[in-house]
């Protein structure tokens, strides 16, 4: 309170030494006194009224207050006040912070004060506050013994719908762009997220945006991931894996739908094709049968994937892989697409398979070379692209000390992304504060590449793991820290790419010597009988597309 409205003069002789014992705290009879004597403590309203209350009030002590309160009666008095906010904060969520609010001490809180989750938000509400709604209602009813999971899963579909967003009214209209006898072929080198990764990840980019900087390497001097597309006579669909020696032949609508199919070898694909207008759901024009689609079309396809490359690798294959896909598909139906915007039709493409995921998968494989990367907040999320010098990664003396190991341990990615993304969906302070440092940590990163300081850039390589380690403990098991309690001492930094746990490890030794002595202790003991090390090399090129 101000000096000015109210002066220890006021008290009248109180012993301004011991403020603990001193009567100041008037004893009142009704609301009204009360307001009338806190406007005089902070304003001039009423000054004097609310002066003369005070002074021929009883006052109390601050010992004489907690000498006398019934602190079982405040207790329950609290609880009940907590209660009846907690259920007005939800109620009135259009004009209060509830949706902002750390959701998950909410659903605790829900449950240990037996209050019934919040209602489902009307479909007229905005989108981000329902997709929370969802989220927090299964969170409050699985901790209360009750099933969970359609809640969790509509907070999901509501993702996607906003994803989606203008691309489902976007139709596509599939020609045949090439000719009877040429192949179309692409390919994709994979990523290596050195700092940032998970803050491309929606729904934090959607409120927070994302900074991340990666790197698009091929492996042994090629890049893993390629498609090869050509006309088929029969007016049927054929899809191939090389890696996965799979073949299915697709006839209807129905088939080609199938793409959340769990288990499928050609999801991919499938989602793919159906992006491109090879479905009533995108096509510009209606056609009765996938077969008098392709008739009008004027050929089947015939597409052959090869993933060159072990499956939980961690660099970002799947997302590369359907941007590959996609690539091939747009030149071969000439559907104008360009880099970006295969890039954002792969976004919508996980969506549609129910994978998830963030964008910075696919434009670290698609977009050549080292890269920041950012978007804003907002559900369209095309990143700004700011390439950084290759200096790094290419000079001698550096370049040899960036050293891949495949650790033959694999995990899937999708467990722990469900599990970080429904932290995001509840705002878990834990996390949006590790993100937020995370997405600054990216810019330091890229500073220290654009600089050219080895040293820093491979400290800040070994703290992109720290925070990954913090987001999610499962993302350095015991069989990966034996790998790396062997080498670290002869490095500067080290990471797995992507969500961790397994697959490739990202190693930066001390220098030519370090990197030698790494490759020797790791070749003539290996962990496993498939681990082994795999010749890195910046991609100049990102995602080519050509034709024979």
């Given at each position: 309170?101000?000096?000015?409205n109210?002066?220890?003069?006021?008290?009248?002789?109180?012993?301004?030494?011991?403020?603990?014992?001193a009567?100041?705290f008037?004893?009142?009879?009704?609301?009204?006194?009360?307001?009338?004597?806190?406007?005089w403590?902070?304003s001039?309203a009423r000054?004097?009224?609310?002066?003369?209350?005070?002074?021929?009030?009883t006052?109390l002590s601050?010992?004489?207050?907690?000498?006398?309160?019934?602190?079982?009666?405040?207790?329950?008095?609290?609880?009940?006040?907590?209660?009846?906010?907690?259920v007005?904060?939800?109620?009135?969520?259009?004009?209060?912070?509830f949706?902002?609010l750390?959701?998950?001490?909410?659903?605790?809180?829900?449950?240990?004060?037996?209050?019934?989750?919040?209602?489902?938000?009307?479909?007229?509400?905005?989108?981000?506050?329902?997709i929370?709604n969802?989220?927090?209602?299964?969170r409050i009813?699985?901790?209360?013994?009750?099933?969970?999971?359609?809640?969790?899963?509509?907070a999901?579909?509501?993702?996607?719908?906003g994803?989606?967003g203008e691309i489902?009214?976007?139709?596509?209209?599939p020609?045949?762009?090439?000719y009877?006898?040429?192949?179309?072929?692409?390919?994709?080198?994979v990523r290596?997220?050195?700092?940032?990764?998970?803050?491309?990840?929606?729904?934090?980019?959607?409120?927070?945006g994302?900074?991340?900087?990666?790197?698009?390497?091929e492996?042994?001097g090629?890049?893993?991931l390629?498609v090869?597309?050509k006309?088929?006579?029969?007016h049927h669909?054929?899809l191939r894996?090389?890696?996965?020696?799979?073949?299915?032949?697709?006839?209807t609508?129905?088939?080609?739908s199938q793409y959340?199919?769990?288990?499928?070898p050609?999801s991919?694909?499938?989602?793919?094709?159906?992006?491109?207008?090879?479905?009533?759901?995108f096509?510009a024009e209606?056609y009765?049968?996938?077969?008098?689609?392709?008739?009008?079309f004027?050929?089947?396809?015939?597409?052959?994937l090869?993933?060159?490359?072990?499956?939980?690798?961690?660099?970002?294959?799947?997302?590369?892989?359907?941007?590959?896909?996609?690539?091939?598909v747009n030149?071969?139906?000439?559907?104008?697409?360009?880099?970006?915007e295969?890039c954002?039709?792969?976004?919508?493409?996980?969506?549609?398979?129910?994978?998830?995921?963030g964008?910075q998968?696919?434009?670290g494989?698609?977009?050549h070379?080292?890269?920041?990367l950012?978007?804003e907040?907002?559900?369209?999320?095309?990143p700004?692209?700011?390439?950084?010098p290759?200096?790094l990664?290419?000079?001698?003396?550096?370049?040899?000390?960036?050293l891949?190991y495949?650790?033959?341990?694999?995990?899937?990615?999708?467990?722990?992304?469900g599990e970080?993304?429904?932290?995001?969906?509840?705002?878990?302070?834990?996390?949006?504060?590790?993100l937020?440092?995370?997405k600054?940590?990216?810019?330091d990163?890229?500073?220290a590449?654009?600089?050219?300081?080895?040293?820093?850039?491979?400290?800040?390589v070994?703290k992109?793991?720290?925070?990954n380690k913090?987001?999610?403990s499962?993302t350095?098991p015991?069989?990966?820290?034996a790998?790396?309690?062997?080498?670290?001492?002869?490095?500067?930094?080290?990471?797995?790419?992507?969500?961790?746990?397994?697959?490739y490890?990202?190693m930066?030794?001390?220098?030519?010597?370090?990197a030698?002595?790494?490759?020797?202790i790791?070749?003539n003991n290996p962990?496993n009988?498939?681990?082994?090390?795999?010749?890195?090399?910046?991609?100049?090129?990102?995602?080519?597309?050509?034709r024979?």
């Amino acid at each position: 309170m101000s000096e000015r409205n109210l002066t220890l003069e006021d008290f009248n002789g109180t012993n301004t030494n011991d403020l603990q014992a001193a009567g100041i705290f008037p004893v009142v009879t009704n609301v009204e006194e009360m307001g009338q004597v806190l406007r005089w403590m902070v304003s001039e309203a009423r000054l004097e009224a609310g002066k003369e209350i005070w002074k021929h009030a009883t006052r109390l002590s601050a010992d004489e207050i907690a000498s006398q309160a019934n602190l079982k009666r405040l207790y329950a008095q609290r609880e009940e006040f907590t209660r009846q906010n907690w259920v007005s904060l939800a109620r009135n969520y259009e004009k209060s912070v509830f949706y902002q609010l750390d959701l998950q001490h909410a659903a605790d809180e829900f449950v240990r004060l037996d209050l019934d989750a919040p209602d489902e938000l009307p479909e007229e509400a905005q989108l981000m506050p329902r997709i929370h709604n969802h989220m927090l209602r299964s969170r409050i009813n699985s901790r209360k013994g009750t099933d969970g999971e359609a809640e969790r899963l509509k907070a999901f579909e509501l993702l996607r719908d906003g994803l989606l967003g203008e691309i489902s009214n976007q139709k596509s209209l599939p020609q045949l762009n090439v000719y009877s006898d040429q192949i179309v072929w692409g390919r994709s080198p994979v990523r290596i997220d050195v700092a940032g990764g998970w803050t491309d990840t929606p729904p934090y980019s959607l409120y927070s945006g994302g900074n991340v900087v990666n790197l698009a390497i091929e492996l042994n001097g090629q890049p893993p991931l390629q498609v090869y597309i050509k006309p088929c006579n029969e007016h049927h669909i054929i899809l191939r894996s090389i890696d996965m020696g799979a073949m299915e032949i697709i006839k209807t609508y129905e088939e080609l739908s199938q793409y959340k199919k769990v288990g499928s070898p050609f999801s991919i694909p499938k989602a793919a094709l159906v992006l491109a207008g090879f479905h009533p759901d995108f096509s510009a024009e209606h056609y009765g049968t996938l077969s008098e689609q392709l008739e009008a079309f004027g050929a089947g396809l015939e597409i052959t994937l090869l993933a060159a490359i072990p499956a939980g690798s961690g660099l970002g294959t799947s997302s590369i892989l359907a941007s590959t896909v996609l690539g091939a598909v747009n030149d071969f139906c000439g559907l104008a697409w360009d880099k970006n915007e295969i890039c954002r039709r792969t976004l919508v493409l996980e969506q549609l398979l129910t994978t998830g995921g963030g964008w910075q998968d696919q434009y670290g494989g698609v977009l050549h070379g080292i890269k920041l990367l950012q978007t804003e907040d907002g559900f369209n999320q095309s990143p700004q692209v700011r390439w950084l010098p290759d200096y790094l990664f290419s000079e001698p003396g550096f370049k040899e000390c960036h050293l891949l190991y495949y650790t033959g341990i694999t995990r899937t990615a999708k467990g722990i992304l469900g599990e970080i993304v429904s932290s995001m969906f509840l705002n878990s302070s834990a996390h949006l504060s590790l993100l937020a440092e995370m997405k600054a940590h990216a810019l330091d990163m890229a500073e220290a590449v654009q600089r050219g300081h080895f040293n820093r850039y491979a400290t800040l390589v070994g703290k992109s793991w720290m925070q990954n380690k913090a987001l999610d403990s499962g993302t350095n098991p015991p069989s990966v820290e034996a790998i790396i309690d062997r080498i670290k001492d002869y490095t500067l930094g080290y990471k797995l790419p992507g969500a961790g746990g397994g697959g490739y490890l990202y190693m930066v030794a001390k220098d030519v010597e370090a990197a030698a002595r790494i490759k020797e202790i790791l070749t003539n003991n290996p962990p496993n009988a498939r681990a082994r090390f795999v010749r890195m090399d910046l991609s100049n090129k990102g995602l080519q597309i050509s034709r024979s």
